[in-house]
């Protein structure tokens, strides 16, 4: 990491009120190997220094918003793609236990070696999809905790995460803007498999000003059996909302 990008990380995270200084050896460990993974593999759009510490590294941390992450919670990260937000939390958070989750093998493969060469032991990186996990009896109603970034509608999203929760467990999900419809529709599906939307914070990101929300669902009572119906159905024939 240049001593810019160091500088930059250094003042995001400030905005967010963390002090990262115990782990910012282990911050520019994550960009080098993330930089070599990505000439390999192609792992995300995202290439320069300033991106991936701003939209990667400081994004995956705005979940830590509102307190909700602070425990030695079982969390699930719903389609980590290269690991976000789960490798930044593992980092900033060393009390979660963090299930990064991806039905792409390549993307699992590149977590884990990255969670191996940073000792984060407390990361068990899963191919798989969560509507099979969300069926199965090892995971379902097993998270205290599930996160997502950039992965779906709001109430695909729903149905995906609230059946890996127990009850009383929340899932949050990072966004962009929201439009009410989606909001909307995602209380429905919320409703639907035994949750509520019990938060709805918007925020800027630090130093770019960039729009997000950061939903929160609150599961309240067991899902029922059908949910989360079988792998696919929940993208293409999302609960109350239009597929894409
Ligand atoms: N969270 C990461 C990646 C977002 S891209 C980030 O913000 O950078 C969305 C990822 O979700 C993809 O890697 C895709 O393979 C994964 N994904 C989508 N639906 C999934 C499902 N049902 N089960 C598991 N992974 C899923």
């Keep these: 990491m240049t001593p810019e990008g160091l500088a930059l990380l250094r003042?995001?995270?400030?905005?967010?009120?963390?002090?990262?200084?115990?782990?910012?050896?282990?911050?520019?460990?994550?960009?080098?190997?993330?930089?070599?993974?990505?000439?390999?593999?192609?792992?995300?759009?995202?290439?320069?220094?300033?991106?991936?510490?701003?939209k990667h590294f400081i994004d995956s941390l705005t979940t830590l918003r509102g307190g909700h992450l602070n425990g030695e919670w079982r969390t699930l990260d719903l389609g980590t793609g290269a690991g976000f937000p789960a490798l930044p939390l593992a980092l900033a958070q060393p009390k979660l236990s963090l299930v990064p989750l991806d039905s792409i093998r390549k993307k699992i493969d590149f977590v884990r070696e990255t969670a191996q060469a940073l000792g984060l032991s407390q990361v068990t990186p899963l191919v798989g999809r969560a509507e099979t996990l969300g069926q199965s009896e090892e995971h379902r109603g097993q998270y205290d905790r599930v996160v997502a970034r950039a992965v779906a509608a709001l109430p695909v999203l729903a149905e995906l995460a609230l059946p890996l929760l127990r009850v009383g467990g929340l899932f949050g999900a990072q966004k962009g803007p929201i439009s009410d419809e989606e909001l909307n529709a995602g209380r429905r599906a919320a409703g639907e498999v035994g949750g509520r939307v019990v938060e709805v914070d918007e925020f800027n990101l630090p130093i770019s000003g960039d729009a997000r929300t950061l939903i929160v669902l609150e599961k309240q009572r067991p899902t029922p059996a059908k949910y989360p119906r079988r792998e696919g159905v929940p993208t293409h024939q999302p609960l109350f909302w239009k597929a894409k």
Excluded: C, P, V, Y
């Design 11 to 54: 003042r995001a995270a400030a905005e967010l009120s963390l002090d990262l200084s115990a782990q910012e050896g282990q911050f520019a460990r994550l960009l080098e190997l993330l930089q070599a993974g990505n000439q390999r593999l192609n792992l995300t759009a995202l290439k320069t220094e300033e991106d991936i510490i701003l």
